[in-house]
């Protein structure tokens, strides 16, 4: 009772602040559907606002502004609209809108999505840039990846005629990727709820699950103060407990080293121990390994994964022309990252799913760091800012036959997701464009070649696959749901 008097009064008092000094202001703001006293456009949101907002932008245009509580939003549609945003004004509209929740001092500091582009992102990047995301890292890497892939193979064998939701075993497979090229370990076990390193399995799903829960007080900030929903300490505390886990593998790695008979493990923290970090970068490396790349990593690149799976059980002359690429190519042998430049048809394939199901479809919100002129509109200092990657990807302006999953369309296009064509953004661009392009682009591959070249696949209950209904479902990134489930039956 007590949260809620609270919470009441805050909201009106914000309200009255905003009626006093909001609205006011900006008088060139792009158009946009007429907000309500106090909740402004809040109470029109849909559940889907990726497609939501692009019936808008048919309306109001390539920008368009909404009150969402106290707060204003200006949301881009079209490549050019997006070219403005995130090439043209690129340093005005580098901020990050930091999600209430998500507002706790350590987690700011030491993340590349949430930090403003200060020194210490900067230095993040840098470290991303050198010590990550380097193509030699990256290659000798490979082999962990390909392992994890096989033993994904191993698992669906075992599952052959049973029902099976693609987005557990898709999901577990990268996080143990992830744990092995960061410290060496399987989070998951595939099938075994109850195994892998327990600790860090519930604090990473609980991370990704207040990312997906709303909180009010993004609409009305003057009530993020009180914490009111609790959602910043949960966030604390699952920090509090990854970097615990962190602090114990690493001091138990540098025990180890000590000893004489120590063998390598050429993971993260074999490399950044090798490379004579200071214990600064070291915990900065971390940090970013354990909360960004763990957290932006998995969740974007497991749902273009199972969107892709979804496609291709829809679409099996798709899944038929990757299976005899890879047969020409690979043979009986496992798929191995090294095929990739000779398998433009899979490639094009991943292009084409990010291109309908971009995991983030609004990116992930930029903040207007100054007033600026966009497109003869005026956004205000401190306005948020979305890019509808989503809409711009299903807009029959940029492309043909746009809700038509069909990779062809790159085979002989020079399109890419790498930031500079604006009809094609998952992945954002500018300065603050994502730094995991190259490995999400091999775990994505990876995961489609591994599946396709080895399993063929039903869907349960004989359904026909042309009436698999796909909703899209909205929270951080673009979830599939229903999940897909597949009866799997091996090739081989
Ligand atoms: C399909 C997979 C992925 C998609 C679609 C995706 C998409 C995005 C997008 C849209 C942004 C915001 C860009 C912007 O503001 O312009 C972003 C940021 C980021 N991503 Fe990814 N991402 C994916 C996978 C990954 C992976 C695998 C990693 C790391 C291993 C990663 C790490 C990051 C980080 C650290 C940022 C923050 C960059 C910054 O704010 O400076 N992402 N990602």
Known sequence: ???????????????????????????NLPPGPKPWPIVGNLLQLSDRPHSQFAELAKIYGDLFTLRLGSETVVVASTPAAAAEIIKTHDRIFS???????????????????????????????????TEIFTQKMIESQAHVRERK?????????????EE??????IFGTLVNIFGNLIFSQNVFKLGDESSGSTEMKEHLWKMLELGNSTNPADYFPILGRFDLFGHRKEVLDCLQGIYNVWGAMLNERKSAMKLAGYERKNDFVDICLDAGLNDDQINSLFMVSSHDLFGAGTETSASTTEWAITELTRNPQVTAKIRSELQTVVGERPVKESDFPNLPYLQATVKETLRLHPPTPFLLPR???DTCQVLNYTIPKNCQVMVNAWAIGRDPKNWTDPLTFSPERFLESKVDFKGTDFELIPFGGGRRICPGIPLANQFISLLIATMVHNFEWVLPNGMDPSRLIMEEKFGLTLQKEPPLSIVPKSIA
């Open 95 to 129: 901020g990050r809108y930091v999600f209430q929740s998500f507002r706790v001092k350590n987690n700011i500091e030491n993340s590349i999505v949430w930090a403003q582009c200060n020194d210490s992102w900067k230095n993040l990047r840098k470290i991303c840039r």
């Open 149 to 161: 892939c096989l033993e994904m193979v191993e698992y669906l064998k075992g599952k052959q005629g």
């Open 1 to 27: 009772m007590e949260v809620v008097t609270v919470a009441l009064v805050a909201v009106l008092i914000s309200s009255i602040l905003y009626l006093i000094f909001g609205g006011t202001h900006h008088k």
């Open 164 to 169: 099976v939701k693609i987005v557990e075993v």
């Open 367 to 369: 903040l207007a760091l």
